[in-house]
């Protein structure tokens, strides 16, 4: 069992930054990928980015290659999704994920374990 709790998140300006925080316990969570979703209001929602187990591979959703970065710290049981030059159409709720089978995926259907999400408002 993987419990999850992110912070973190926000009200920032247009080309702000902030860095979310996803907190796992659970004692296998170092052997798991990790991801990162979000949900707009009235919209699906969509991969923002995932991290494999080891660290050493990473894929990013195409609108926010070169803006975000995903990480982990696996002595913390902690992930990371540093995000910079945000973007109005960058404001969601953010969900972080845990997937058991430690590879990189886009898909939600692939991830066992939510958290609860938190709310980046992006706007002057």
């Known amino acids: 069992q993987v419990q999850l709790v992110e912070s973190g998140g926000g009200l920032v300006q247009p080309g702000g930054s902030l860095t979310l925080s996803c907190a796992a316990s659970g004692r296998s969570f170092s052997t798991y990928a990790m991801g990162w979703f979000r949900q707009a209001p009235g919209k699906e929602r969509e991969f923002v980015a995932a991290i494999s187990w080891s660290g050493g591979g990473t894929y990013d959703a195409n609108s926010v290659q070169g803006r975000f970065t995903i990480s982990r710290d696996s002595a913390k049981n902690t992930g990371y999704l540093q995000m910079n030059k945000l973007k109005p159409e960058d404001t969601a709720v953010y969900f972080c994920?845990?997937?058991?089978?430690?590879?990189?995926?886009?898909?939600?259907?692939?991830?066992?374990?939510w958290g609860q999400g938190t709310q980046v408002t992006v706007s002057s």
């Open positions: 994920a845990a997937d058991s089978r430690g590879r990189v995926s886009a898909g939600s259907t692939m991830y066992d374990y």
